[in-house]
């Protein structure tokens, strides 16, 4: 019986969000506006989208063309600021098999200190002399190890809807003798 509250709770929920969806794309959009500021000027384009409903706030918005530069805490000691060209197949060949994370809370410094032992394999069909490793960019990383080495590593920014600020670095980590086609 619990089962079929469960789907009834769903197809409920699902209509619902569906109607608020169709309203949505039904009412009117308020046409769009030139910025009036002198930046906006300079850029033939840039318009700024007002809200359909007079009540809503835009928290958060990020375009391709903002020119703010974003804060960099990737490129720290240990992270080169060139880029290294790593392609979807070197992406997809990376299976994680272990996680280990040791957590540290510093309440009164309001900080959080993590390390993290990580298990891959090499899922694909070539050896891979870098592994790329995508990391959140709005966390300050220190470094990369492989055991007590410290590993050279490239970061790049890339644009993606993973991590919650619009983009995310990625760090393509030099391991000093190529991972074989599955071995960890």
């Known amino acids: 019986m619990r089962i079929w509250q469960w789907i009834a709770a769903v197809i ?45 706030k835009v928290i958060f918005s990020r375009s391709d063309e903002d020119e703010s530069p974003a804060k960099s805490d990737a490129t720290q ?42 298990d891959l394999r090499n899922d694909g069909d070539q050896s891979l002399p870098v592994v790329p490793l995508q990391i959140s960019s709005s966390l300050h990383w220190e470094g990369i190890s492989l055991g007590e080495k410290r590993l050279p590593m490239a970061v790049a920014k890339l644009n993606s809807d993973t991590d919650h600020t619009g983009q995310l670095n990625e760090a393509a980590i030099e391991l000093p003798t190529p991972l074989a086609p599955k071995s960890t």
């Open 77 to 118: 000691a240990g992270a080169q600021k060139v880029t290294v060209k790593v392609t979807d197949q070197e992406r997809a060949a990376i299976t994680f098999t272990a996680y280990e994370f040791e957590v540290h809370l510093a309440p009164r410094e309001h900080t959080l200190a993590v390390r993290v032992r990580l």
């Open 12 to 56: 409920i929920g699902g209509g619902l969000c569906g109607a608020a969806c169709a309203q949505q794309n039904s009412g009117t959009t308020a046409p769009k506006t030139q910025q009036a500021s002198p930046d906006s000027q300079d850029k033939p384009g840039t318009e700024e989208q007002q809200p359909s409903n007079p009540n809503a």
